[in-house]
């Protein structure tokens, strides 16, 4: 069982903290043995059902990054942790009962896998790797009108950053909304500005504010898309913080390059 910080991580509700697991440095770090130690039965019956390396390994590092960071809030040692999905299968705290409000999101993309935690507000992450191969063609019918005509007017060579930009944003507004494809994509456009903010706006067919919303879109080691996408907890700004870590092994915290945002900033200090 890995040791728990001595001082367990303060939960806030302005205050968002990301935590971004490389697969490669999980290989550096040889811990994939220790990590597999942490899954529980019906964990390791599901890595069984994934017929490709690729997706068994982000399997077994999303259910490690969740418990080892998880511990580090709460008084709960990382295989104590009882999960289950809930009518949309967004993961849930089960057991242990009682505890302090606690809000976290799952996603991965390629060689990443992130996790998202926050005290009590609705939370959606999202992550994407443009450059794999991935056919974009015709998914832009999910986009709003004024998103679509955006995207036509591009050129080309940026066109597929600016899908997945756009698509990571949706995505993490939906996964925050706990209802994923219920909603439909093209009912909220975002629409990034010169300025590094972004609008949003709904149709009645979410029947939403924009204002109950703070988002953040920014890049991970160059490559990567990621948003992050919660509801508003006062009238402060939200605080993102952004840390790469591996299960069993360093942390650190990041500052990467800020895409865009509304009502939120990036801050590495803990």
């Known amino acids: 069982m890995p040791p728990r910080s001595p001082r367990l991580l303060a939960l806030e509700p302005q205050r968002i903290d990301l935590w971004c697991a490389f697969l490669a440095d999980i290989d550096a770090a040889r811990c994939w ?4 130690t942490l899954l529980n039965v019906p964990e390791r019956r599901r890595a069984r059902t994934l017929r490709r390396p690729a997706d068994r390994r982000r399997h077994l590092a999303a259910r490690a990054l969740v418990r080892t960071v998880l511990s580090r809030y709460l008084p709960v040692a990382p295989r104590e942790w009882v999960f289950d999905p809930d009518a949309h299968g967004r993961p849930r705290i089960l057991a242990p009962q009682g505890l302090p409000p606690l809000e976290f ?25 443009p450059r794999r191969r991935t056919d974009t063609v015709g998914l832009e019918r999910y986009f709003a009108p004024r998103e679509r005509s955006a995207l036509a007017a591009l050129p080309p060579v940026q066109r597929r950053g600016r899908f997945f930009e756009l698509w990571t944003l ?10 994923g494809l219920r909603l439909p994509l093209d009912g909220l456009a975002f ?32 490559r990567y ?23 069993f092994g360093r942390t650190r915290a990041i500052s990467p390059p800020l895409l865009c945002a509304r009502g939120m900033h990036i801050s590495s200090v803990r």
């Open 33 to 36: 043995g220790e990590c597999a």
């Open 105 to 129: 999101n799952i996603a991965h993309s390629g060689g990443v896998v992130m996790l998202g935690v926050t005290a009590g507000s609705a939370l959606g992450v999202d992550v994407e790797l």
């Open 170 to 179: 949706k995505e993490s507004y939906l996964k925050a909304r706990g209802l």
């Open 191 to 222: 629409e990034p500005q010169t300025s590094g903010g972004i609008e949003l706006s709904f149709t009645d067919a979410i029947a939403d504010s924009p204002q109950r919303w703070v988002l953040a879109q920014l890049r991970l080691r160059g």
């Open 225 to 247: 898309v990621a948003a992050v996408c919660a509801e508003r907890a006062g009238s402060r700004a939200t605080t993102l913080a952004v840390y790469e870590t591996v299960p």
